[in-house]
């Protein structure tokens, strides 16, 4: 099982990103999707998480501005960022829950894809 990253980029105060992540591999199903990110020198924190019935819970700072949404049939997970902050430059990191068809689950890591939002 794979998670690819993708989006991210520079991007002046006041404006919008999105990032994307794509599962792939063999997959029975997937539980929860997160959105984590590290600035530089920090700790690896929850931006949002997303179940597989749809269900979202946000860290306290981004919400309003962000939205998380997933598709399952294309297994794909994406983070719309509006109104950022220079606060909100980090590597930002997908990760899931993924039931393979043994039946067990583990949860993988995308690798960072960087959000740089200048003042």
């Known amino acids: 099982v794979q998670l690819q990253a993708s989006g991210g980029g520079l991007v002046q105060a006041g404006g919008f990103l999105s990032v994307h992540c794509a599962a792939s591999?063999?997959?029975?199903?997937?539980?929860?999707m997160a959105w984590y990110r590290q600035a530089p020198g920090k700790q690896r924190d929850l931006v949002a998480r997303i179940t597989a019935d749809g269900s979202r819970n946000y860290a306290d700072s981004v919400k309003g501005r962000f939205t998380i949404s997933r598709d399952n049939l294309r297994a794909t997970v994406s983070l719309q960022m509006n109104s950022l902050i220079p606060e909100d430059t980090a590597a930002y990191y997908c990760?899931?829950?993924?039931?393979?068809?043994?039946?067990?689950?583990?949860?993988?890591w995308g690798q960072g894809t960087l959000v740089t939002v200048s003042s």
């Open positions: 990760s899931a829950n993924i039931v393979d068809y043994s039946g067990s689950d583990q949860t993988y």
């Open positions: 591999g063999s997959i029975s199903s997937i539980n929860d």
